[in-house]
Each structure stands twice: as C-alpha cells, then as structure tokens.
C-alpha cells in the first residue's frame, strides 16, 4: 500500500461518526499538537461536546517563551490544531489558510487551561471558526479566530515523500 493509500484508509476511518462526548482521534501519530508519538508535541487530547470540540492543556518547560510562561506559537500551535478537530464535526479534510490569535494574559507553564472551539458560520469551501482558552473556572487568557478552507484529500500528497 502507497503511503497516500495508507492516509486515505486512515482519514476514511477518523471520518466515521464521532459521538458526543466521545475522544476525537490524533490527526495523526507524529502530529506537532495531538501526535501521541511525538516527543516535542502538546499530545491534545480532543472531545467532541455537541457541536465544539473541548481540550484541557498544561504547557510545560518544551513550550517556553520568557521564563516561566508560553510562547506565542505554541499558544498559536495549538489553537490551530484544536480548529483541526472540527474537521471531525464537519465531514472533510480542510487547511489553515489565515489565523489570528489574541493574548489576554501570559498562559502559565504548569497551569491547566480549558479550550472550546466551533464553527461560527461556512460559506462554500470556507469554514469560519473561533476558539478560547480559559483558567479553569475563570477568565479567558487567549482567543482565535481562523478560515480553513475545504480541500481535497490528495491535497496532502504535496507532503508524501517523492
Ligand atoms: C489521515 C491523516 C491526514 C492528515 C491530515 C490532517 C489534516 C488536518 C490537520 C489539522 C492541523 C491544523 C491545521 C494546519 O496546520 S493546516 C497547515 C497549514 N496550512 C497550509 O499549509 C495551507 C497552505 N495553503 C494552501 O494550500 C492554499 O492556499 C489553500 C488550499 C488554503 C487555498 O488555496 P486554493 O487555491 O484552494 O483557494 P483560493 O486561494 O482560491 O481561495 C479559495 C477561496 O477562499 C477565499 N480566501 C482565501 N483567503 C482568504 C482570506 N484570508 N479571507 C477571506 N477569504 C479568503 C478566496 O477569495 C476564495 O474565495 P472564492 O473566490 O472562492 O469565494
């Protein structure tokens, strides 16, 4: 089997119904924000709640900007990568084409933070999403706002080893 014919039979597989409540699986195994198998990676782990998908992070010392607090990509990484979960909602593969991120607050290492995402509004090939983060049971420190367009699934041979 072509590895492009292994990430079909994969994608087709995460595509089945997902129930509320149920995990949502890694986009991948090696995936920088929920790849359980990558040793730099935030491993997410994503439930699906009605129609958002729900994470619980703590970033720690391999997501460090200034001493002690996120940094802004890694914030960033994994927004973008939660908005990649409501793929699992809305049926098919899509990519980032424009995000945008706002920082409240320093997100503390060590500290648990809740994230919500959802789809606000599609239009064609656009999918508009929002997400936040939030102290647990308390303020929000970050938000995003993202399109993902709707792609092809052979979209991703670009990335498949020539
Ligand atoms: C099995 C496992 C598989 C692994 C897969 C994991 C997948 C998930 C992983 C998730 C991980 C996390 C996620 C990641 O990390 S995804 C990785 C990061 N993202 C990328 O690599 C994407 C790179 N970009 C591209 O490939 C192309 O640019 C795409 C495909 C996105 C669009 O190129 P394409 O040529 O197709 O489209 P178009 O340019 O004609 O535009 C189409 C329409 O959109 C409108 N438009 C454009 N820009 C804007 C804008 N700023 N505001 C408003 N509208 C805008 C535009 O006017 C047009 O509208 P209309 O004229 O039709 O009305």
């Not at 914030?75 to 980032?96: E, M, S």
């Not at 706002?102 to 500290?111: A, E, F, N, Q």
């Not at 509004?121 to 938000?143: I, P």
């Amino acid at each position: 089997m072509s590895s492009m014919e292994e990430l079909l039979a994969g994608w087709n597989e995460k595509f089945r119904p997902h129930a509320d409540g149920a995990q949502l699986p890694p986009h991948h195994p090696h995936c920088l924000a929920c790849g359980p198998d990558n040793p730099h990676g935030h491993h997410l782990t994503v439930h699906r709640r009605g129609e958002e998908v729900h994470a619980t992070h703590v970033f720690d010392e391999r997501h460090v900007g200034a001493p002690g607090i996120a940094h802004g990509g890694a914030v960033a990484t994994v927004f973008d990568d939660l908005f990649g979960f409501l793929l699992y909602l809305t049926g098919g593969p899509a990519v980032t084409r424009k995000l945008e991120v706002l920082y409240d607050s320093p997100v503390i290492l060590g500290t648990t933070y809740d994230l919500a995402a959802r789809v606000t509004r599609t239009e064609g090939r656009k999918l508009f999403m929002e997400a936040d983060m939030k102290q647990l049971g308390g303020s929000r420190v970050a938000s995003a706002s993202a399109l993902f367009l709707s792609v092809d699934v052979t979209h991703f041979n670009q990335g498949m080893p020539r």
